[in-house]
């Protein structure tokens, strides 16, 4: 090993192609599907679909690697999630929202990856290189648990005689939960991951992962958000009303150990998508720096790199700033993506990326909006809509606060009791 | 590819910089300030490690080939222990790796073999100047060719060991460039201040002012020979020495302030456990996570000699400077008001954190 940071191969080649996607597909749509909500882009959702078929791959998931069939030839190192964050990272620069949409397993197969048994994930992740595009989402939140997952009030309690799940509650801010969901006749049957209690008592031990197909009588999305940002993607509220499920799709031990190493695992997803999403920001706050550069040298002002700060204007102080925010949460974001490839825990390094991507997309976003002036505010351009699509970056996934939360316990090695 | 990974020699190399940092510099750190003294053993000592020995190949006296990667990762570990330190263990790179980088044939076989070969030995440069917009492409410092010499003319200020150096770099502008020119500390027209420098910190690093007054050197002591040099290579190793001193300074007192915060009580438990203090911790630790990157990918790009090495240095420099300050403030914050008072370190990390803004040229990778 060595430091290094050139880019890999394929990463080159892939960012080429999904340049064309971003500007072709996503940035010619970006300002209609803001202004349309709740209108589906599917186009892009079936180009998508196809494109990624074609590969061989049904979703935005790290690739997997192949077995080496050459014992002799020198193993290459592990890239997949590498490349998935810089696919990510993209398409985000093209449209952040449609990303989200990107049809494919998105949090709810990553979930049944993380915790599910190879049975399961035969079962559950078979769907995405199938015909139909196919959507999966995660629920988590609800109105009266956020942050604060063991405040889940959902229930998934075992029905003996049918030997069923019966889950009952109601779950908010799901992406992509209605396409998802909803039976559309353009997608394939998708499914949602919902945490429920399996027992109130065990607090956060009792918390369970639960496989809810497309389709279950008493599962239905009750409202569509209208939200600052992100508008094209669907963020929903599914209610759940004794709802039965197949005793099998429950991810993880059907039984209660007084110990919460089956939650902590849940939360080890977390590790690996942080990061991910870290980078989404980054998109858009790349997409936002890049226009404002443009715009600047239109109107005849280049930044003087390299003068000292006494001698710079303050727009080029502002812009070189922003660079070096940037570039920097970049590179904690490929760090974090490097470590999860290698299999070395990254819990602080993947927290450490959020919270300085979430930092520097909304720092940039507003900086970039305020000066450009009138330009800036117009809806005539974009960067006042990366602005509000920005500022979910330090919400989801883990606020800024919870994420310093992790990389406070993490450096100081305190326990969540010891540092609430 | 991507990796974030040192090789196992910078392991080892980092290792042991680490332990002569915590051990012998961390340990002289407080009394060197307040005396304004280094011990010369330990400066010896430091120079035993041999960071500048392995940059130079064998041809010249050396054992090893320049590495900014393993520059900068060694220049934080250093700077760790303490700053001034630090810089007096490295102030012979001032002089010898801008020969290397962009010196004749002749002028390395003249200086190289000779600093490398024997103890450590006060050659210095001359860079910093006087002015609130000291701008390094931009020198108030000239050298003009005058017949077959240069003649050079400024005040240069901030130059370590100039008192009882060999020879200075000196950094003067020439035909709109910044060059730099070999001068003899006793070359008539040269001559330092009685006085040492007397900045809010470094205490311990003996600074002083040069003057340049019609200085005349021959053609042959232009760094490069006659055609002179690129700076731009000279410029971004005193920028990542200066950024990766800052990471060196920073963890230093990020982890000082951390263990404080893990020790000290406040209404009934740490005062770690308090979001307000435990918040500011991970802040710190993210910024020069983030910092680190950057010089790292930087100190990288050089090695590769890539295109956009030089701004990527820039960058890194200017980032690291705005962290190293918001963390050794914070530090102090985080001691409320023993980090106000001498006895603990945090206030000299402060005083030296700011200087991070205006003292590129103090060290070289």
């Known amino acids: 090993m060595a430091i290094e940071f050139e880019a890999p191969k394929p990463i080159v080649q892939m960012q080429t192609v999904l340049k064309t996607v971003a500007e072709e597909m996503m940035r010619s749509k970006s300002r209609y599907f803001d202004e349309h909500e709740h209108e589906i882009p599917w186009d892009y959702i079936e180009f998508m679909h196809t494109a990624m078929k074609s590969m061989g791959v049904g979703a935005l998931v790290p690739r997997e690697e192949k077995k080496a069939e050459d014992p002799n030839k020198p193993k290459r190192p592990p890239i997949g999630y590498q490349l998935l964050a810089s696919q990510i990272e993209m398409l985000a620069w093209g449209d952040v929202g449609m990303y989200l949409i990107t049809p494919g397993g998105g949090l709810g197969a990553a979930a049944v990856q993380a915790a599910g048994s190879p049975e399961q994930q035969a079962k559950f992740l078979a769907r995405f290189i199938e015909d139909k595009p196919t959507f999966a989402a995660m629920c988590m939140t609800e109105a009266g648990a956020g942050s604060d997952t063991s405040a889940i009030r959902a229930r998934a309690v075992l029905d003996e005689k049918t030997h069923e799940w019966v889950l009952n509650g109601e779950k908010i801010f799901v992406t992509a939960g209605d396409k998802s969901l909803t039976e559309y006749k353009q997608l394939g049957r998708g499914f949602i991951v919902v945490w429920a209690s399996i027992d109130p008592s065990a607090g956060r031990a009792g918390m369970r992962a639960f496989v809810v197909e497309s389709g279950t009588p008493g599962v239905r999305v009750v409202k569509l958000e209208h939200k600052l940002g ?42 690996a998508t942080r990061p991910l999403v870290a980078i989404s920001g980054l998109g858009v706050a790349r997409a936002a720096l ?58 602080l390094e993947s927290s450490m990326s ?22 800036g505010y117009s809806r005539e351009f974009l960067a006042e809509k990366w602005f509000r699509d920005a500022k979910i970056t330090d919400i989801y996934e883990g606020t800024g606060q919870i994420n310093r939360l992790v990389v406070a316990r993490q450096i100081l090695g305190y326990s969540g009791s010891e540092l609430r | 590819m991507y990796s974030f990974e040192p090789t196992e020699e910078q392991h080892m190399l980092v290792d042991t910089v680490g332990k002569y940092a915590s051990h012998d510099l961390r340990t002289i750190s407080r009394e060197a300030e307040e005396s304004r003294e280094l011990p010369k053993k330990l400066i010896g000592k430091g ?11 064998e041809s010249f006296g050396g054992f090893g080939e320049r590495s900014a990667v393993t520059g900068v990762l060694a220049v934080e570990e250093l700077a760790f ?39 450590w030995q006060p050659y210095t440069a001359a860079f910093i100047e006087n002015a609130f917009d000291f701008d390094a492409n931009d020198l108030r410092t000239t050298a003009v060719l005058d017949g077959g010499e240069y003649v050079l003319n400024g005040e240069k200020a901030c130059v370590p060991f100039a008192k009882e150096a060999e020879a200075i770099l000196i950094y003067a502008r020439c035909d709109g460039r910044t060059q730099g020119f070999i001068v003899p500390r006793s070359a008539a027209g040269l001559s330092v201040g009685d006085e040492r420098e007397r900045l809010m910190g470094l205490n311990a690093l003996p600074l002083y002012r040069v003057k340049l007054e019609n200085v005349k050197i021959p053609a042959a002591h232009r760094l490069g020979g006659a055609a002179g040099h690129a700076f731009e290579p000279v410029l971004a190793s005193m920028r990542l020495a200066s950024a990766s001193a800052a990471l060196g300074v920073a963890r230093a007192a990020f982890e000082y302030s951390r263990d404080y915060a893990r020790e000290r009580e406040a209404f009934g438990v740490k005062i770690a456990q308090k979001q307000a203090v435990a918040f500011m911790l991970a802040e710190m630790r993210t910024e020069i996570e983030a910092m680190r990157l950057l010089v790292w990918q930087a ?19 200017t980032g690291a400077a705005d962290m190293v300050m918001m963390v050794t403030d914070r530090a102090v914050q985080i001691l409320g008001g023993h980090g106000y008072i001498r006895e603990h370190p945090v206030e000299m990390w402060l005083r030296n954190g700011r200087g991070f803004a205006m003292l590129t040229g103090l060290a070289m990778i």
């Not at chain 2, 001034?84 to 790179?93: K, N």
Request: proline share 5%; aromatic share 6%; charged share 25%.
């Open chain 2, 81 to 119: 222990g303490d700053l001034a330190g630090a810089l007096a263990v490295m102030t012979p790179s001032l002089f010898a790796l801008p020969v290397l980088l962009s010196g004749s044939e002749d002028q390395k076989k003249e200086y190289l073999p000779k600093i490398i070969e024997g103890d």
């Open chain 1, 354 to 375: 959020k919270v300085k991507a979430g930092d520097v997309t909304t720092r940039i976003t507003q900086k970039v909006v305020e000066i450009l002036g009138p330009l």
């Open chain 1, 230 to 271: 992100i508008r094209v993607s669907d963020t929903a509220s599914i209610s759940m009303v004794d709802a039965h499920i197949p005793f099998e799709n429950i991810l993880g031990s059907p039984t209660v150990e007084k110990t919460t190493t089956g939650f902590k695992g849940a939360m080890a997803t977390f590790d």
């Open chain 1, 290 to 347: 890049e226009f404002l550069k443009g715009k600047l040298k239109e109107n005849g002002i280049e930044i003087r790199y390299g003068l000292p700060r006494q001698k710079l204007t303050n727009i080029e102080r502002e812009v070189i700033d922003m660079d070096i925010m940037l570039k920097s949460a970049w590179l904690m974001v490929m760090k974090a993506v490097w470590m999860a490839d290698n299999k070395k825990p990254n819990a």
């Open chain 2, 47 to 57: 120079w035993e490690l041999g960071l500048l020995q392995a940059s130079i190949p």
């Open chain 2, 299 to 317: 100190a990288w790009k050089l090695d590769q000699e890539k295109e956009d090495a030089f701004n990527e240095a820039y960058l890194a420099s």
